[in-house]
């Protein structure tokens, strides 16, 4: 059944910034300012291009950290707070500046207490879960004559975390389910996971090599949407290692042993299995049943 | 469902039932509020009935379909017909079984002319079965259907499974009498004694015999209301059963293929991994298709395969993805349901999609390990896709717990 009218295209991109203050770049002062300052005035620019693109597109920034994450637009502060625009700035884009880095703010003076917030992982999976609820949300509430095109972008620059990983692949067939596009702009490390994710939603995975450039890399390869990708030549995907871990020593491998109860994976055979505790019978038929046919038959 | 329950009466001896006495008017005679409450009130009773705790599901299904199709199958009170509209739903089920159920397998039995035929063999390839329910829409239905002949056929495809896997049938029973060789009790007995589970879903009205089978099998029985309600009902055999209690569990050898071979893994790529060959799946068909790099290569045996999950041919290991078993882990560590609650005046937001809070919305739910507030329609959507709750994964003390 064909649509006789053509419904409005409205893209949504949810920023999903991880804003855990590795101390690599906390410390690098870049022209006077700070690597943080550069990478958020980057995401704010990269925020209102987006926004700039057609008047129905919308726009979610969701930041984390490893105490907690917060969405910094739309500002859940119920308090309207004043903003100053230039003369002639579209409202919008001073709106989301604004409450960019107020909320940013709050959300680092509140890990300030934790000395060692680096050792903990960062909390992308929460965040990357609330931004698919927003979504949702805004899919139901948007009108029929409207269609969404979601998609989200996470900014990340942590490594795996390996005790997250059930969130991460609930999120990751979620956005599959829901047709949400999943890109990864991975600034310091690679991390196999996000590749993963970014290769079951049909997303683009980039590693870039400096962090200077950051807004460059944004504009051109996550800026357009994914169905005029075709047209665009782009980093090619990345062959992405889709082998397990076992849960014993945490390696990868190729062929492994999976308990038919709890499908935890495990490199070797043992009898028991540590995650679930049942015991495993062996799949071995044993030899005398068979002696012992073949001796029914003769007789 | 009323049909099954013995105890209640049947509709002409209690009166009808006043079904608009429900919808009043509220002081300002608007009907919105009250219809948007009672909407909410089935939604949050749909999603509470599936709500289970942690017991022990059979992850890998070995299912049989069997379909009837015999002369009953042409009536309309299904539209365009009984048959047509059983297949529409059937294709969606396929896509939604292995879509929850990756590892699991599918095959699809028809009866009619009091014979059962094979239509697809026990697979886990989703388009093979699709595509035989789209040629199966010009099967002319005829005749009787076959209880008996149904089943065994569908047991022994079923006899030689492992131990560890669930057995199930399903049967789509549209007429309101079977033909059988033998003794269908022998039949019920086997069936007990192999451990499979036989669910019935009747087309027409309530069958003695197919009660008593699903009974003593433990499976379920149902009869269907509308198309809808049939809609229901086999998206309902999509979810994985509980386990009786008595499948044995073991170990099972799985390949996972895919690797990008690094240096310190240990394990050698020969150039021989990447080459172009001719991909095992598709070798048997008439289009072979020849595969650049971009296949999965068995790790015991070195066959060419162009998708997972599949079972290798020569040396008949599983190969799967890790994200295929990953999708059946949240039926493990599933959410423990929210708390409803009155609306606090100090959270004015959903935590999970930021919408503000009005009025007309009286209850909030709150999950009980990070006390995080959501509104009903995130919470629906935590329960039946996301399955991770956001709060718990955005507080650093639950998010690093190993879901155990």
Redesign the interface.
Known sequence: MEDKEERIETSLVAIVIDATPAKKFASQPLDGSSMMNRIFDSLIAFGNAHLMQASHNKLAIIA?N????K?LY?S?D?NSRSYQNRPGQYDMFAKVDSDVRHGLGELILNDLTDNDSTK??S?L???M??A???I??VQ?ELSLSHQLKPRVLVVSGSCDSA?????F??????AQ??NVVIDCCMMDTDSGLLQ?GCD?TGGQYLHIPSVAGLLEYLLWVFLPSPSCRSKIVLPPPT???????CFCHH?????????????S??CK??IM?T??N????L?RPAIVPAKSKKRARIE | MADEDETKEYRWESGYEKTWEAIKEDDDGLLESNVADLVARAKRKRAALKATGAI?LG??RHLFVVVDASACMFLQDLKPTRFLCVLKLLEVFVHEFF?LNPISQLGILTTKMKRSEQITVLAGNQKKHIEALQQLKDLSCEGEPSLQNSLERAMNGLKNM????SREILVLFGSLTTCDPGDIQKTIKALKDNNIRVSIIGLAAEVRICREIAKKTGGTYNVLIDDHHLKELILSQVQPPAVAGS??????????????PSVN?G?SDSSADHAPAYCLCHIDSETSSLMGPNGYNC??CGSRYCELPVECKQCG?TLV???H??????H??PIKPFIERAQVPDT????????LFVEAETNVYECENCHQI?CL??DL??RE????????????VT??????
């Open positions: 984390c490893s105490k907690s994450t969405f739309p859940m119920g903990s992982d909390l999976g929460g965040a879960a609330r698919l609820c927003y949702h949300r139901r005790l997250q990983y059930m969130t692949m609930n999120v990751f067939f979620t389910k829901e993963q079951i062959k992405v290692d889709y082998r397990a871990a390696k990868l491998v190729d062929i492994g042993w999976v308990c038919s109860v709890c499908l994976i495990f055979f043992s299995c995650t679930c049942t015991e495993f019978k799949n | 022990q992850m890998m879509d492992p131990a560890h896997s499948i044995e569990a073991s170990l099972v050898k799985m390949g996972f293929p895919g690797g990008t893994d394990t790790p015991q290991l993805s890790a994200p078993l990953a999708r059946s882990y949240h493990l560590f004015t937001h959903c935590f999970t999609c930021a919408k959501v329609d995130c959507f935590i896709t996301l399955h991770t709750c956001p709060g718990c994964a955005s507080d650093p998010a690093q717990m190993k879901t155990n």
